[in-house]
């Protein structure tokens, strides 16, 4: 039977006066009001979180009293169920539902939409109130997965939310989003809310960390945010992304996690809203461990410059910028390094007047000169774009610019002997691969083998992930050569 799918899926109560059509979203819907070909034609985005999936088969329902026993705790218990209390058809419809059929849901994901807007459909504080009467008093709080969104507009309404929702206890687990724009004093009183109504509000006694012998406390801080590792989203890295020099405190994601909420139907990231969520997987700079004394943030940033693989994006005056705001007796410890070069570059960088290739040779002697590059793994990757260097580049007449620009990323490290020390030095090319062994001994020197340091070959590589896929469903099982 098709009546209960995977996680990640779930029934949509919609503004109709029976469930009848509602819908049971797939592992791969996002929520689209459009397939995403005609969302980049129409330059739109998924925006109104709907799902345009296969009807549930609830017919199952109603065929006899022996099935509609078996299967009905079946479908409340298994399925995500989505509501718009603004909606008065679905508003009306969820207050229809028997109270074993409430008492058995243990997901469920509320949407109070914006809370006194003329524009809008009004939520009073009669309608709230209403909600988490049946809430408590009919479902069972103790397996419930609650999730509650809503646009707290001005101040004053606040009160229409938090008040109500303090009648929550035990909860399975919470999510709480209060405006769709960041507001740190929100988020923090978000972040109350779920606490206390999943019964974890409160301190415990501070552990004695620093009691700790220091090679244990540095495995403890190698488990932590310090140190970026590949996350199961969308767009994610294994290393941190240093993006046109970008400062390490607004190094953010700017999507959604797709692990806040237990569908893809709503967004309760932190740093997206003014919300919080326990499951979020979003990386945000852990500025703090800097902030706690200084013993332990001089631990903190050795944990992280010697831990972390340092994906530098953007042109290279920026990733000079960044070096150089770093502390100087932190960045000998660095020992991952990976730069990534846009396609753009390949136009300009031939030029012997081009900003970015000025910018180039002024960043590489700067390696040479702050970095212990005996303990440097350095690589040159353009991989990530080898689809869109096909595209622009397949004439023959453009392809002399490709290996031009080659030979301008390789040459001021061809020209320093220093890095001839280098512990490991890889080039991914996107084109041209049977270059790259080539480029790799101008700088390491004739007998210089990238096989024996690790490389993964050109028919075994995933473009986004050249060091090596931190999942086995992410290999290519004939790499690029595809």
């Known amino acids: 039977m098709d009546l209960v799918r ?185 972040k109350k809310m779920v606490l206390g109504a999943t019964n974890r509000v409160g301190h415990a006694d501070a552990f004695p960390f620093m009691k700790l012998p220091k090679e244990l406390r540095y495995q403890i801080l190698e488990h932590t945010d310090l140190v970026v590792r590949w996350r199961d989203q969308m767009w994610s890295d294994d290393g941190l992304v240093i993006l046109d020099g970008l400062d390490l405190a607004d190094n953010k994601p700017s999507y959604c996690c797709r692990r806040c909420t237990s569908s893809h139907a709503f967004c309760c990231c932190p740093h997206l809203n003014s919300s919080f969520s326990e499951s979020c997987g979003c990386f945000i700079f852990p500025n703090a461990f800097f902030r706690v004394s200084h013993r332990f943030a001089t631990e903190a940033r050795e944990v992280f410059f010697s831990q972390n693989r340092f994906i530098f994006t953007g042109p290279p005056d920026g990733t000079l910028s960044f070096l150089r705001s770093q502390p100087p007796d932190m960045l000998h410890l660095i020992r991952k390094i990976d730069f990534q070069m846009s396609t753009s570059n390949v136009i300009n960088w031939p030029r012997p007047d081009d900003g970015g290739l000025r910018a180039w040779r002024i960043v590489v002697p700067f390696l040479a000169e702050n970095l212990n590059l005996s303990n440097l793994s350095l690589s040159i990757d353009t991989g990530p774009a080898h689809d869109t260097y096909r595209n622009l580049f397949e004439l023959d007449a453009r392809r002399n610019d490709i290996r031009d620009f080659h030979q301008a990323v390789i040459e001021p490290l061809q020209e320093d002997k220093r890095f001839r020390q280098l512990r490991s030095f890889h080039v991914f090319w996107a084109l041209f691969n049977e270059d790259e062994t080539d480029a790799e001994r101008a ?40």
């Open 6 to 190: 995977e996680s990640r899926r779930g029934a949509v109560i919609r503004a109709i006066p029976e469930l009848q059509e509602n819908r049971l979203p797939r592992p791969s819907c996002r929520y689209s009001p459009r397939p995403w070909q005609e969302q980049w034609l129409y330059n739109e985005l998924p925006m109104d979180h709907e799902c345009y999936c296969d009807a549930i088969p609830l017919q199952l329902l109603t065929c006899c009293r022996t099935i509609y026993t078996e299967v009905n705790d079946l479908f409340y218990a298994r399925n995500v169920f989505k509501l718009s209390w603004w909606n008065l058809p679905a508003r009306e419809t969820f207050q229809r539902l028997s109270a074993a059929a409430l008492a058995t849901i243990t997901a469920l994901q509320i949407d109070l939409g914006s809370i006194e807007r003329k524009d809008r459909m009004i939520v009073t504080g009669e309608d709230i109130d209403r909600l988490f009467d049946i809430i408590t008093t009919k479902c069972t709080t103790t397996k419930l997965n609650f999730t509650l969104v809503c646009d707290v507009l001005e101040q004053k309404h606040i009160g229409m939310v938090t008040q109500p929702f303090k009648r929550l206890t035990n909860l399975r687990s919470c999510c709480v989003c209060l405006a769709v724009l960041p507001d740190v004093a929100l988020g923090k009183l978000a």
């Open 443 to 482: 700088v390491k020197g004739p007998d210089y083998d990238s096989a024996r340091e690790g490389k993964i070959p050109y028919s075994k590589r995933n473009p986004n992930f050249p060091h090596g896929v931190p999942d086995p469903s992410l290999a290519w099982e004939n790499g690029m050569a595809v």
